[in-house]
């Protein structure tokens, strides 16, 4: 039930330094999820990392005005940023981020919008496997899913994750599983961790 044979899914390759770009923003989700080798490529690139709250003053994460990547307390405050940064940018930024895939498509949205294309953005994977939901019922974003039927938080249906991956929902579809048979729940699985 898991492979559904659906080609939406997203393909992630590890990040390359893009020779083209004049400046380089590297995203990172957390800081066991940097890429290997990558910083030492570009000593341009700027980085952005989100780290945990006790990591404050910890060593080797630099202070707020110190060299080092610029640091953030959540992935929203690192997404609230990311929108203004791009539109004082010029041709020629390269954007790579890495990070669990809901964390990739929001960059990717907002990448977007501000007039970003295909190729200026680079996304891989690292972390865990768990999906964003999204109810085709009720428009809910169920967060952190990793069973394939999942009870959608908005409202309350039994939801089959389907394979399907929208890149402008940033999300997989949920669809109720019980809507012929109102009642008739199979039992869900652990598919994603």
Known sequence: MIDQGIKSRPQYEPLRLDPTGKRHL????????????????????????????????AAGIPLPGEDGPRRFRSLRQMLDCLGPRLAQER??????????EDFLWDVDGIARRAGMGKGEVQLSHA?????????????TYNEGVTMTIARCEGCGAHLFVRDHFSRRLSAFMGVKVDAEVPGDVPSAEQAYL
């Open 26 to 57: 590297l995203l990172v989700a957390e800081p066991d999820h940097r890429p290997e080798g990558f910083e030492t490529k570009a000593p341009t690139i700027e980085t952005w990392i989100v780290v945990p709250r006790d990591a404050e003053g």
């Open 91 to 100: 041709m020629g930024l390269r954007l790579y981020a890495t990070g669990r």
């Open 127 to 139: 972390g865990s496997l768990a999906r964003r939901v999204y109810c085709v019922h009720c428009r």
